[in-house]
């Protein structure tokens, strides 16, 4: 396998696994051992069990990891493919990814700042809840507006709007995306 479909590979599966908001020391060693068997177990990849405890993997991975604010760039046209179905416009382009992250710590103005890195808190979950970001907004639930008057309402009726709009899931899987909303909501 070429070198560059290998790299293409890992890094989409960087993209999947990974929170690409912390400093590669701060990952938790359960996530990048996860994904490392991803790899390991990919029919294309699995040439990489040759090497003693996989440690060619690691070195991939840390390497396009540096690369981070491409890999964020990438996560955010995936979640900008999910379009927001209330009567406001899509979700805005984004110019400085870096801040819209919060990779330097700074709040943006953006009207859908939370929401966009939404994909990225849901993802970095274990286990990860992100097939649950388009169910979200497609609900209505797509501005920082929307954010912040989920938690206007009364328990029951935030408890009632996460019930529908996640449809089959469990008590725990809603209660965890709950927990999620609710932090970026006290972020704002």
């Not at 490392?36 to 991939?60: C, H, N, P, T």
């Not at 690369?67 to 899509?90: D, I, N, S």
């Amino acid at each position: 396998m070429y070198p560059q479909v290998c790299q293409e590979k890992i890094r989409k599966l960087i993209i999947r696994h990974l929170d690409l908001s912390k400093l590669y020391g701060d990952l938790p060693q359960s996530r990048l051992d996860f994904l490392k068997r991803e790899v390991l177990l990919d029919a294309e990849l699995s040439f990489m069990i040759q090497y003693e405890d996989g440690w060619a993997v690691d070195v991939l991975v840390r390497n396009l990891y540096f690369q981070r604010l491409k890999l964020v760039e990438e996560k955010l046209k995936l979640a900008r493919k999910t379009q927001c179905h209330c009567r406001r416009k899509p979700l805005p382009s984004c110019p400085r990814v870096s801040s819209e992250l919060g990779l330097i710590g700074r709040r943006t103005r953006s009207a859908s700042s939370r929401i966009t890195l939404l994909s990225a808190r849901l993802d970095s979950a274990t286990p990860s809840l992100l097939h649950f970001h388009s169910a979200i907004v497609r609900a209505g639930l797509c501005t920082d507006e929307h954010l912040r008057q989920l938690f206007r309402m009364t328990p029951k009726s935030r408890d009632k709007f996460i019930l529908q709009a996640l449809g089959k899931s469990t008590l725990f899987e809603r209660v965890a995306v709950m927990d999620i909303l609710g932090r970026m909501n006290n972020e704002l």
